[in-house]
Antibody, heavy 121, light 109 residues
Framework: QLQLQESGPGLVKPSETLSLTCTVSGGSISNSDHYWGWVRQPPGKGLECIASINYSGTTYNSPSLKSRVTISVDTSKNQFSLNLSSVTAADTAVYYC??????????????WGQGTVVTVS | EIVLTQSPGTLSLSPGERATLSCRASQSGRGSYLAWYQQKLGQAPRLLIYDTSSRATGIPDRFSGSGSGTDFTLTISRLEPEDFAVYYCQLYDNSPAVTFGGGTTVEIK
């Protein structure tokens, strides 16, 4: 069964870069029907899609975060990563990695990691 | 940028009752695809519905989605104790853009 697991520092200083990696197990990241994305959730708030990428490197970026986001994929390790630069306290959130299905009319995140808490302080 | 507005913010119901959740888009997107997620406290979201009305794998048939254009609805026909949670709608349009609504909390009355 496919699993996603986030990893990275739980504490980042203001103005520094937040770096997270998602490791995909139980399936290949190299599937043309899938993108691999990051979604965050500030404490007590709703969900925000940050960015996504497919195995060939095609990306989608949230317009509001685009200038600070870099997303990359390493198919040899079955991993994808997020860098968010110049962080502030407003970037404190639970960060989820998730699989985006892009097949016909199916456009949604169908598998999620457990989430990792990142605090900017 | 399309904005999704979910209503009501909180729905107080009893087990066995019917829940109707609304999601309204600020505009109709080019090729819009609407999904619904359930999130319980401390857990990741779970996909319930995609393409407005298609149930994801393993989702009970008491969950149904409907709508078109800018108005979408998630209906839970008879609430089970495990259904009390927060529900989010999410829209993908071909610009491309992925947008989540602010969520509706379904709580036990």
């Amino acid at each position: 069964q496919l699993q996603l697991q986030e990893s990275g520092p739980g504490l980042v200083k203001p103005s520094e870069t937040l770096s997270l990696t998602c490791t995909v197990s139980g399936g290949s990241i190299s599937n043309s029907d899938h993108y691999w994305g990051w979604v965050r959730q500030p404490p007590g708030k709703g969900l925000e899609c940050i960015a996504s990428i497919n195995y060939s490197g095609t990306t989608y970026n949230s317009p509001s975060l685009k200038s600070r986001v870099t997303i990359s994929v390493d198919t040899s390790k079955n991993q994808f990563s997020l860098n968010l630069s110049s962080v502030t306290a407003a970037d404190t959130a639970v960060y989820y990695c998730a699989r985006w299905v892009s097949r016909g009319n199916w456009k949604a995140f169908d598998m999620w990691g457990q989430g990792t808490v990142v605090t900017v302080s | 940028e399309i904005v999704l507005t979910q209503s009501p913010g909180t729905l107080s119901l009893s087990p066995g009752e019917r829940a109707t959740l609304s999601c309204r888009a600020s505009q109709s997107g080019r090729g819009s695809y609407l999904a619904w997620y359930q999130q319980k406290l401390g857990q990741a979201p779970r996909l319930l519905i995609y393409d407005t009305s298609s149930r994801a794998t393993g989702i009970p048939d008491r969950f149904s989605g409907s709508g078109s254009g800018t108005d979408f609805t998630l209906t839970i026909s008879r609430l089970e104790p495990e259904d009390f949670a927060v529900y989010y709608c999410q829209l993908y349009d071909n610009s491309p853009a992925v947008t989540f609504g602010g969520g509706t909390t379904v709580e036990i009355k």
